[in-house]
T-cell receptor, first 113, second 115 residues
Framework: QKEVEQNSGPLSVPEGAIASLNCTYS??????FFWYRQYSGKSPELIMS????GDKEDGRFTAQLNKASQYVSLLIRDSQPSDSATYLC?????????????FGTGTQLKVEL | GAVVSQHPSRVICKSGTSVKIECRSL??????MFWYRQFPKQSLMLMAT?????????EQGVEKDKFLINHASLTLSTLTVTSAHPEDSSFYIC???????????FGPGTRLTVL
């Protein structure tokens, strides 16, 4: 059973702070990792993808991947109230998955004024 | 960027009727499309994987005769909920994978309410 684990939260951070969201996965051979943001009542939207160990930055977002420890994280700098949403971590199965993604249950982020 | 549309965005129907939901990739070819269902305050649940020109692969516990999927072209997949019942009320979301990539782009979702 391939699993993707996230803390459900809510994670509360003050406006302007750094929000750190973490995700662990069980399938050691996973190769592709994604972060999606989902506002209440809406569908997920892609924030970032990461494939190699290390950091990948895009604006205020930084994804970090550590395959040896099997975790991927998302940092949001200068958090804004509009960042309040549920953040989904997704991992692509390498074999036998037919390109499907396994999603975590999501972490709810609340950015407070 | 990659855009995926879904139609309708919201549908209310009587128990026993069938409902068809369309998913289109607007600016890219999608060799694979996925159908998810999401109940309130729960995570996404993959229902089936749809490859263009072939039969869909359903996840365990999903009735293929109740949720009919057709993927007739590289830009269009449809999900038909047959003989819908109130327990089928949910948020149905499709996603499309661009050929040659791993990334899935989601449609805006269809909220189905069965009375």
């Amino acid at each position: 059973q391939k699993e993707v684990e996230q803390n459900s939260g809510p994670l509360s951070v003050p406006e302007g702070a750094i929000a750190s969201l973490n995700c662990t996965y069980s399938d050691r051979v996973s190769q592709s990792f994604f972060w999606y943001r989902q506002y209440s009542g809406k569908s997920p939207e892609l924030i970032m993808s990461i494939y190699s160990n290390g950091d990948k930055e895009d604006g205020r977002f930084t994804a970090q991947l550590n395959k040896a420890s099997q975790y991927v994280s998302l940092l949001i700098r200068d958090s804004q109230p509009s960042d309040s949403a549920t953040y989904l971590c997704a991992v692509k199965e390498l074999t036998g998955g037919g390109n499907k993604l396994t999603f975590g249950t999501g972490t709810q982020l609340k950015v407070e004024l | 960027g990659a855009v995926v549309s879904q139609h309708p965005s919201r549908v209310i129907c009587k128990s026993g009727t069938s409902v068809k939901i369309e998913c289109r990739s607007l600016d890219f070819q999608a060799t694979t499309m996925f159908w998810y269902r999401q109940f309130p305050k729960q995570s996404l649940m993959l229902m089936a994987t749809s490859n263009e020109g072939s039969k869909a692969t359903y996840e365990q516990g999903v009735e293929k005769d109740k949720f009919l999927i057709n993927h007739a072209s590289l830009t269009l997949s449809t999900l038909t909920v047959t003989s819908a019942h109130p327990e089928d009320s949910s948020f149905y979301i499709c996603s499309a994978r661009e050929a040659g990539t791993d990334t899935q782009y989601f449609g805006p979702g269809t909220r189905l309410t069965v009375l």
